[in-house]
């Protein structure tokens, strides 16, 4: 909107003009073994780098960009994602996701994934931090064919810890679900705000500042892999691995981002073998 239009328009229209609106549709398919970004859409500062393949063809890796750096109050963030008959993705995040303060409007992120006949994305971001008095909605909405295979987590941390910022005001919501051939088989809700009981209760978290889940959806899980998650110990950290009929969930509460993203990491090294026959390889943005 330029500068004459902005005048003239409603307030309401002024305010969604300084917001970013940011949207990214991603398709992948198979040609005989290669794994590749077929269809890419972007509008606004939503984008996603060069595909790669460090891991052979089967498996096509790329990185979600937000160049701003940040989500102010008002942004919307909407990704959409298309993985084809037999295709496999892995998608990330080049470096933690920042929500600024609300400034009384909320920031939202959604997330929209279908996963056709055998294929598999793995959505694995780094964490979302929330500065103090961020307002913030996440949502997921994930479509599975029968034999389609989801490994995804987020992770979120309430204050800038390095700054030792505490998150004394603000809200976090979530809305996440997964189907499969379109019947329900996860469906999380949350509505926190920075003031609840819920922050310091024992059975919430308990004065941590950082918690993460990490889902999988692969069929039953092998005893002996369940078992190998579960003998992983954190110090000063809360954890659980849940075995669902069609859901492996894995949860952690704590006080260090790195921590979480290093114990989610060894769960995957751990689960990766079982889901897709294949050793867990970092995504290189990773090691920067």
Not at 18 to 33: D, T, Y
Not at 69 to 84: N, R, S, Y
Not at 100 to 126: D, I, R, V
Not at 241 to 267: D, K, M, N
Request: hydrophobic fraction near 45%; aromatic fraction near 8%.
């Amino acid at each position: 909107m330029d500068d004459l239009n902005l005048a003239i328009a409603s307030p309401a229209q002024q305010r969604l003009a300084k917001h970013w609106q940011a949207k990214l549709e991603l398709g992948f398919c198979r040609r005989e073994a290669r794994s590749y970004l077929a269809h890419r859409l972007h509008k606004g500062p939503l984008v996603v780098q060069k595909s790669l393949h460090p891991e052979g063809e089967a498996i096509c890796h790329a990185v979600i960009v937000h160049p701003p750096g940040g989500v102010a109050g008002g942004d919307a963030l909407h990704l959409q994602v298309q993985v084809g008959e037999g295709a496999n993705a892995l998608l990330t995040t080049p470096g933690a996701g920042k929500w600024y303060k609300a400034n009384g409007t909320y920031a939202t992120q959604a997330l929209h994934f279908e996963l056709a006949a055998g294929s598999g994305l793995e959505w694995l971001p780094q964490e979302n931090i929330l500065f103090d008095a961020a307002e913030v909605g996440f949502s997921a909405e994930i479509d599975l064919a029968a034999d389609a295979t989801l490994a995804a987590w987020d992770i979120v941390c309430l204050g800038r810890q390095a700054q030792q910022e505490v998150w004394q005001t603000g809200t976090y919501k979530l809305n996440q679900r997964i189907r499969r051939n379109g019947r329900l088989i996860w469906n999380e809700r949350a509505h926190m705000h920075a003031n609840d009981l819920l922050k310091q209760s024992r059975v919430g978290l308990g004065g941590a500042v950082v918690f993460g889940t990490f889902l999988v959806c692969a069929g039953a899980v092998p005893a002996e892999v369940l078992q190998a998650c579960r003998d992983i110990v954190l110090p000063e950290a809360n954890t659980g691995v849940t075995a669902l009929p069609e859901v492996l969930c894995i949860r952690y509460v704590g006080q260090a981002s790195q921590q979480a993203r290093h114990y989610f990491e060894q769960c995957w090294q751990l689960l990766r073998p079982w889901y897709y026959q294949k050793d867990a390889v970092r995504p290189r943005i990773w090691n920067t």
